[in-house]
């Protein structure tokens, strides 16, 4: 059976506060970002993740190297109070994030062009309408 390890880092970004999940399965990470507004309190932060995870948006897996060590109790507790005492996120949750959204980038680009291509179609087909109806006159 796989392990997913799915980590949750939370920050104020100048001028709200940012939750960005980290999604490590099968030596990929894949990294969402949420925007939590005012600081959100443990319980408000259990709840979005037990009513939001399933819907939550994750970037195209990258892949990355898994360390597997045995770590002693003393120092997972110190490493884990090294962690709440940083800033920011991770480099491949940043690369993982940028890659999101160029991913979306483009996505959008082509809706808009699609969008964009119809209405010039849709003015195209009024034209020539409009120019069959000043015909059907005479």
């Known amino acids: 059976m796989d392990k ?4 949750l880092t939370v920050y104020f970004e100048e001028p709200f506060w940012i939750g960005v999940f980290e999604r490590l399965a099968e030596e990929k990470l894949s990294v969402c970002k ?5 600081e959100p309190k443990d319980y408000e932060v259990y709840d979005f993740i037990t009513k939001n995870y399933t819907n ?3 970037s195209p897996a990258i892949k990355t190297e898994i360390k597997q ?7 997972r507790l110190r490493e ?12 491949k949750s940043q690369q993982a994030l940028q890659l999101q959204r160029e991913e979306m980038k483009t996505v959008r680009k082509q809706t808009s062009r ?5 209405e010039k ?3 195209f087909d009024l034209k ?6 000043k015909h059907k006159g005479h």
């Open 4 to 7: 997913a390890n799915v980590k």
């Open 34 to 38: 949420v925007t939590f507004g005012v």
């Open 56 to 58: 939550l948006k994750f």
């Open 69 to 75: 060590t045995a770590i002693n109790p003393k120092r």
């Open 80 to 91: 884990a109070k090294k962690q709440t005492q940083n800033v920011g996120i991770g480099t």
């Open 114 to 118: 699609e969008q964009r291509e119809a």
């Open 121 to 123: 179609q849709r003015q």
């Open 128 to 133: 020539q309408q409009k120019r069959k109806e």
